[in-house]
């Protein structure tokens, strides 16, 4: 008798990959172990979940706690770099796929498993984000992605497969968002959403509160940096998902950190996409105010030119790619003084920077002031400027002034 294939499913105790252990099973002679990494889902989420896998016809359920090492090795990297995707979204799902799936290719070699399994759907960017992992870690392993094989087209079909089946979730026919949740942000999909000419509905929101109904008197924070990751609150220094998590509160009690945005994914439709990250907003702010004093200038300037493309590779799923590893050590090299404190206020849905100090400060008030400086002689500025401009000034002589209409 043939030995049964071993695939290891990335699971989330949601919808699809709930349906997708007896799929497998029906599909495969296979025997299947899921896999997911606690990256800050919550316990509603979480409590249960390998019962619930082996309700559904799982051999095993391995549930990592990956939030420290998630936010140290995964967003701080992305923070260093300022990473905002099309200026907007700051990549809490895409940030987190790496980590999920190389704790199940690690898994998947630890119970010499065949094959790695996955719910991503062909039209989303989470397909490209495991895949390109497991060819990285686990190029050996046998890819199966039951989205593109089966006759389930919608979540209604789904839902239909798992009454079959006798198979218990939490998705419901009238109220069909599709969620994604971990420290640092919440996004959601679907439904009402799927139409950009409909405001999110109120039931939508789960982290913050309405702006509108937010305190009305502001609350200030002083957030610590140190090489441009935060690490304190009001001087008390926090291992990286207990500060995070104090932020989200505080930033969800003062609504900040909604974006609504109509994306460009990576298979090429645009897609709405709405989305909680009060944490991560304050800690942009903070972040973006601590390298304006301590960054030099050209460096900056080179890690913002630079940042669209890390954005990129960390959207698309190329985490793992050379090209990352690399820009990585560029912004951590390039942040290393990006250390002080930054107080920021929290107000109706905006979190705003209002000082910043630093020992490595390269703001010199002597040379900023506008009275009298001792080091600053304003007789210095004629060769400059004439100088500054003699590209300019021989182009203007030769081939006459551009850009003015006669």
């Known amino acids: 008798m043939s030995k049964k294939k071993k695939i290891v499913l990335a699971y989330s105790g949601g919808l699809d990959t709930s349906i997708i252990v007896p799929w497998l099973k029906e599909n495969h002679d296979c025997e299947v172990h899921a896999y997911c990494g606690d990256i800050g889902q919550g316990d509603e989420e979480l409590r ?10 799982a051999v095993s ?24 995707y099309e200026g907007r979204y700051l990549l809490g799902t895409s940030m987190a796929r790496p980590i999920l799936a190389k704790g199940q290719v690690d898994y998947a070699h630890e119970i010499g498993a065949d094959a790695v399994a996955h719910g ?59 969620r994604d949740k971990n420290l ?38 002083t957030l610590g940096f140190l090489a441009g ?41 645009k897609s709405r996409g709405v989305y909680e990250t009060p944490g991560g907003t304050i800690v942009m702010e903070a972040a973006r105010t601590m390298r304006a004093l301590t960054m030099e200038r050209d460096t900056m300037r080179l890690c913002e030119k630079l940042m669209p493309e890390y954005g990129d590779l960390v959207y698309t799923g190329r985490w793992f790619h050379p ?11 390039a942040t290393k003084h990006v250390t002080g404190e930054v107080r920021v206020r929290l107000y109706k849905g905006t979190a705003t920077a209002l000082s910043t100090t630093s020992k490595h400060s390269l703001f010199s008030e002597d040379l900023a002031t506008f009275g009298q400086s001792a080091k600053f002689d304003h007789a210095d500025s004629y060769g400059f400027v004439k100088l500054y401009g003699l590209p300019g000034a021989v182009a203007a002589k030769i081939q006459g002034v551009q850009g003015v209409t006669k």
Not at 64 to 79: A, F, G, I, K, M
Not at 126 to 148: K, S
Not at 189 to 215: C, H, I, K, M, Y
Not at 242 to 261: A, S
């Open 323 to 333: 090209t990352r590893v690399a820009l990585d050590a560029l912004f951590a090299q």
């Open 61 to 84: 359920c391995r549930v990592d706690n990956l939030q420290r090492q998630w936010l140290t090795d995964y967003v701080w990297p992305c923070v260093r770099a300022m990473t905002v």
């Open 229 to 269: 990751v935060p690490v304190a609150i009001n001087g008390e220094h926090l291992p990286a998902e207990v500060l995070l998590t104090r932020l989200n509160e505080l930033g969800g009690k003062h609504g900040i950190g909604r974006v609504d945005i109509c994306e460009n994914r990576l298979v090429g439709m």
């Open 120 to 178: 991503c759907t062909g039209k989303g960017n989470d397909q490209v984000r495991f895949e390109l992992a497991y060819q990285a870690l686990g190029p050996e392993l046998e890819v199966i992605a039951p989205w593109r094989h089966w006759d389930i087209r919608s979540r209604e079909d789904a839902l239909d497969y798992a009454d079959r089946r006798g198979i218990q979730v939490t998705a419901s026919r009238t109220k069909i968002y599709s």
């Open 184 to 221: 640092w942000h919440i996004s959601h999909e679907g439904g009402a959403l799927e139409s950009p000419g409909n405001a999110p509905p109120d039931d939508v929101w789960t982290l913050t509160v309405d702006p509108r109904q937010a305190p009305d008197q502001p609350q200030e924070l």
């Open 48 to 57: 249960g979940l390998e019962a619930k896998a082996r309700a559904s016809g």
